[in-house]
């Protein structure tokens, strides 16, 4: 399977825009690119997915680089509820695969 | 809003009894998922399912077994629970292809004394 590499944490200040970088340089063709966040004592939730161009939705955008071995998740104005663990995961078409989360990235977002 | 339902959300329980976390969807899902995750750590997957009686083991050895003899329904069981069994336990659900979003519920925690 696929893998990413995600810093370990990051740091921003409210209202700012956070850009969270994710590498996964051996995708192959039919892995879409999801983001999940876990929010503290909770389950993650689902933030964002693409799989060649980028993507807006009302949580964040998504860029995916042109080679599509690394992406951003994008959130234009963070507030203090953004606090979280972002995973980046691989999810890859076909009839059966299994979903496996890294590590992901601390995001401290400061007031 | 997510139609995934865990129960027990908290369970303390001693040394060598048996016990099952039940996870149930009402979404029609075919995968369904359970993760372990200790505080502040990794998730990790123990066992997934693509239907009914389809059954596999995650990346991450576990004691535990489970069951899906219902589309709507994938308890896990400790037959013998140790104390090295406490730990937050999460299922998850989505529907089939790479599109569609993974569902989680609230989690198990659970705690061995």
């Known amino acids: 399977d696929a893998k990413t590499t995600q810093p370990n944490s990051m740091e921003s200040n409210e209202e700012e825009p956070v850009h969270l970088p994710c590498n996964h340089s051996?995708?192959?063709?039919?892995?879409?690119i999801h983001w999940y966040r876990q929010l503290p004592s909770q389950g993650p939730e689902y933030v964002i997915h693409g799989l060649t161009s980028n993507v807006n939705n009302r949580m964040a955008s998504l860029a995916i680089a042109e080679d599509r071995k690394s992406s951003t998740l994008i959130l234009h104005r963070a507030t203090l509820r953004d606090a979280a663990v972002y995973y980046c995961i691989l999810v890859r078409g076909g009839s059966n695969y299994k979903l496996t989360f890294g590590k992901g990235t601390l995001l401290t977002v400061n007031p | 809003e997510a139609d995934i339902y865990q129960t027990p959300r908290y369970l303390v329980i001693g040394t060598g009894k048996k016990i099952t976390l039940e996870c149930s969807q009402t979404?029609?899902?075919?995968?369904m998922y359970w993760y372990q995750q200790d505080p502040g750590m990794e998730l990790h997957l123990i066992h997934y399912?693509?239907?009914?009686?389809?059954?596999e083991k995650g990346d991450l050895s576990s004691e535990s077994t489970v069951s899906r003899i219902r589309t709507e329904h994938f308890p896990l069981t400790l037959e013998s629970a140790r104390p090295s069994h406490t730990s937050q336990y999460l299922c998850?659900?989505?529907?089939?292809?790479?599109?569609?979003?993974?569902?989680f519920g609230e989690g198990s925690r659970l705690t061995v004394l």
């Open positions: 979404m029609g899902h075919d995968k």
């Open positions: 998850a659900s989505t529907k089939t292809g790479p599109t569609g979003e993974l569902f």
């Open positions: 399912s693509y239907g009914v009686n389809s059954t």
């Open positions: 051996t995708i192959s063709g039919t892995d879409y």
